[in-house]
């Protein structure tokens, strides 16, 4: 039995761990640099532990440290630097020490996509025209056999690095350098392998798999993740839009072939690319818990964090889990501090206010709190909303009136890219690709606008500072703070 855990992440995910971790009874272990030393997720767990290195999430042997100097018996990596790491996996097992995660042979084979591609062709999962190349020259020819254009990937990429598209035999060359320069900084390797270029009206699907030591793997449904920018997930949502149940049923199929073909336990994500004549194919398995977990949890009622804790006990998963069906729909907003006038450029800074929606079918899962200083070094992730309905049109709705409620003051965020999509009709109707963030097209915020903002920011801290003096209770009413991230944008073609 787990009795004590190291977070090796950070935000809102180590939140998220540690919620299930003390509803079970294991004690959690937060490790944080000297600027989060107050971060919430700090303040919830049963030990904080400050780290010397700057960015201890990304250091094993620090985090080894720490756990065996706190007797920790398990690491859970989340989403975190660490969590695809088969090295890392491997030095937790060789201390003793549980990974709440796939084993190490399986996260070392669907951590290489090009070990991965091989073993899903195995087992006739559709797979890319493409293949592994080791010189321009192969790649040169290989681009011209199968047609421009193509995509370039590092072996073991992952979260959209790694990746250059090619439309022409002098653009190939070019993106051959730049992602074996890059596979070799961020993975280690400069292997390499050639798509084909789908385009860009293709729909991106995956599966949430669970699998335990004694032979059970399930398909926890699948989540539409089309909503992207620079191949970057911004909105995920289950089950799928315009996937019927037949296409459904076959993708769902082909994930849980491969990763019983890989050997996989814990939970994991088998991701799939559909084309508009509804053929799917299968790209990568993302070995560990994703940032888009709760859409699934809202649609079985499954903690898939407490699944992993049971897997990694060597446990079989529950029977509830075994039997899980879909009720509803579920919809999730990346809510991150990126500027959204500027190229969704990461932006720092203090937090001054937020105010969280609340309802039926609202989930906010938030790594931030008021006065908190958002580091630009770290992710840029603040809060995910997730937003259930009995079916698309009503979490749909819920969702706008959320949406319009939520608030984070002091920094810029991407909110009103959200408040955009939400009334977007190909979204809204669920009519959508992955060219839908191409037609957003912001325009600035007036001076008129930003000076409304500072007087509603200023009056918001006068509120404040008069109600603790006084013992009143400030108004929780989002429509006096709603100018604080509303900005007016325009509608693309």
Not at 71 to 80: E, K, L, V
């Amino acid at each position: 039995m787990i009795q004590r855990v190291l977070l090796a992440c950070r935000g809102e995910i180590a939140l998220r761990f540690i919620r299930t971790a003390h509803r079970l009874g294991i004690e959690t272990i937060a490790v944080h640099d000297a600027e989060e030393k107050a971060a919430p997720f700090v303040m919830a767990a049963t030990y904080k532990v400050q780290a010397e290195t700057v960015n201890p999430f990304a250091s094993a042997d620090c985090l080894l440290a720490i756990a065996g100097k706190y007797r920790a018996d398990a690491i859970a990596p989340g989403y975190g630097p660490l969590a695809e790491n088969a090295d890392f996996a491997k030095a937790c097992a060789d201390a003793g020490i549980l990974f709440i995660g796939p084993n190490v042979s399986a996260l070392r084979l669907v951590g290489n996509k090009i070990q991965a591609r091989q073993l899903a062709a195995s087992v006739d999962v559709p797979i890319i025209p493409g293949s592994a190349v080791t010189s321009l020259g192969e790649a040169q020819e290989l681009a011209e056999g199968i047609g421009y254009p193509v995509l370039l990937k590092a072996a073991n990429g992952g979260g959209g690095r790694g990746i250059r598209l090619a439309e022409s035999r002098d653009r190939l060359e070019l993106a051959w350098k730049e992602v074996e320069r890059e596979g070799l900084a961020a993975f280690g390797t400069a292997e390499l392998y050639i798509e084909r270029f789908l385009g860009h009206d293709i729909r991106h699907v995956e599966v949430q798999i669970l699998a335990d030591l004694a032979g059970n793997v399930i398909a926890l449904g699948e989540r539409g993740c089309s909503v992207q920018r620079r191949r970057q997930k911004m909105v995920e949502e289950s089950p799928a839009p315009g996937i019927d149940t037949a296409l459904s049923q076959a993708i769902h199929e082909s994930a849980i072939k491969f990763a019983r073909a890989a050997g996989y336990s814990s939970a994991g994500t088998v991701e799939f690319l559909v084309d508009t004549a509804g053929q799917f194919y299968f790209i990568e398995m993302n070995g560990r818990i994703q940032v888009e977990h709760p859409v699934t949890e809202a649609v079985t009622g499954i903690d898939i964090v407490e699944a992993m804790f049971t897997v990694a006990e060597g446990k079989p998963l529950s029977n509830d889990v075994l039997n899980a069906v879909i009720h509803g729909h579920a919809l999730e907003f990346r809510i991150c501090a990126e500027d959204p006038f500027q190229e969704f450029m990461p932006m720092g800074g203090a937090i001054t206010a937020c105010n969280y929606p609340h309802g039926p079918g609202i989930r906010i899962d938030s790594g931030i709190a008021e006065n908190q200083v958002q580091l630009t070094r770290y992710d840029s992730l603040c809060l995910k909303l997730i937003v259930w309905g009995r079916h698309r049109d009503e979490a749909v709705s819920r969702a706008k009136i959320a949406l319009n409620e939520l608030l984070i003051a002091g920094l810029p965020t991407n909110i009103p890219f959200h408040r955009w999509l939400i009334d977007y009709e190909p979204f809204s109707t669920g009519n959508y690709d992955l060219s839908l963030t191409s037609h957003y097209h912001p325009e600035p915020p007036s001076e008129t606008l930003q000076h409304d903002i500072a007087i509603a920011a200023a009056l918001r801290e006068f509120l404040t500072m008069n109600a603790t003096s006084e013992g009143a209770a400030v108004s929780s009413s989002p429509s006096n703070w709603r100018l604080m991230n509303e900005r007016r944008v325009s509608y693309g073609e």
